[in-house]
């Protein structure tokens, strides 16, 4: 079976890590989200590729659900004793070895997703792990900016990168637009289009639905892709009981004017596109709602409390993609 999934950061890499139990000999492709890409200290750093090569391969840190395991802190505390930051973004001495192995293949004109490749020869991930793209596309976040004592603002309206804003603002003021810059122009990484034809099913994992799966479906040609494949395309609800389950994804569902409710955020993706939908029992009132929507909808548990919980999940959705198959 090949398997195509959409992914972010935490939530799909964990999930990820379920499917991979679930069906151990599945063919799986991720198409992985590079909107939160980031330059930091001439470095380019790629935190949702990252996450999923990282916990995938054995090496993330699992309390933060990022970074590396057993880590330490040296060479930022050295580059801060130079005043050079960000102080906000934490990266650790064995990441930082990531970020200077990709920025030294990508000055040498490898492309990212070729880059990506040979740094998952190292973490054997077993999936295939593809950028949405090679180019470059970054989430910036339109704000007004706070009165945080800061040299800029207050009342001054910016579009700050999504890490600022995610990272240093903690989501503490209301983003009043998402754009992922650059992806208009983008075009997806070689053999993403290519998966998503030869798919037998698709799968959008619990991962934040505008910043994460939103960036990705920006790319064109991708969504075209995706609702043209002719195969069940499944998605799993991150909203659980009206709040995102970690994280502040209802900041950004605000900002394109969705609500924080799982059949919110399945009717944002659209029956279009979306023929299932997974939302956890807390929410089977809404079942409903979904279905009336053209999106057949079941109600499951859906926390991730541990890798066999993420794999009951990946079941189900598998369960319901053999049903939307069967109509
Ligand atoms: P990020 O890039 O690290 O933010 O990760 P993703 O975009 O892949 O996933 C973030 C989303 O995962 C958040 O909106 C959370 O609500 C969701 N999430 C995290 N843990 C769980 C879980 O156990 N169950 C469900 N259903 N969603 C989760
Ligand atoms: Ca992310």
Excluded at 157 to 170: D, G, K, N, S, T
Excluded at 270 to 299: H, N, Q, Y
Aim: hydrophobic share 45%; glycine share 12%; proline share 6%.
């Amino acid at each position: 079976m090949r398997i195509v999934v959409l992914a972010g950061g935490i939530g799909g890499a964990r999930f990820l890590r379920g499917l991979k139990r679930a069906v151990p000999d599945a063919d799986v492709t991720v198409i992985g989200n590079t909107g939160d890409d980031i330059h930091l200290f001439g470095l380019k750093v790629c935190p949702d590729l990252d996450t999923v090569m990282y916990t995938l391969g054995g090496g993330i840190n699992e309390e933060q659900g990022w970074g590396r395991t057993d880590e330490t802190f040296h060479l930022k505390e050295e580059l801060a004793a130079y005043g050079v930051g960000p102080e906000w973004f934490g990266l650790g001495d064995r990441d930082f070895a990531t970020h200077i192995v990709r920025t030294q293949m990508l000055g040498a004109g490898y492309p990212l997703s070729a880059v990506t490749e040979a740094l998952c020869d190292r973490w054997k991930p077993g999936v295939r792990l593809i950028p949405m793209t090679d180019d470059r596309v970054e989430t910036h976040v339109a704000v007004t900016l706070p009165d945080d004592g800061s040299a800029e603002g207050p009342g001054e309206r910016r579009a700050i990168h999504f890490q600022e804003y995610w990272v240093r603002l903690r989501a503490s003021v209301p983003a009043e637009a998402v754009v992922p810059v650059g992806a208009e122009q983008a075009k997806p990484a070689p053999g993403v289009l290519e998966a998503i034809a030869e798919a037998d099913v698709i799968l959008f994992p619990p991962s934040n639905p505008v910043v994460s799966v939103g960036t990705i479906l920006a790319v064109p040609g991708i969504r075209e892709a995706i609702a043209d494949a002719g195969v069940p395309v499944i998605g799993l609800s991150p909203i659980i009981g009206d709040a995102p389950v970690r994280g502040m994804a209802d900041k950004v569902l605000a900002a394109v004017g969705v609500e924080s409710t799982a059949p919110a955020v399945a009717e944002h993706y659209g029956s279009g596109l979306l023929d299932g939908w997974l939302v956890d029992t807390v929410d089977a009132g809404c079942v409903e709602r979904v279905e009336a929507a053209g999106i057949r909808c079941r109600a499951v548990p859906l926390m991730m409390t541990d890798v066999d919980a993420a794999a009951r999940m990946a079941r189900e959705a598998l369960t319901l993609a053999e049903e939307v198959r069967a109509v």
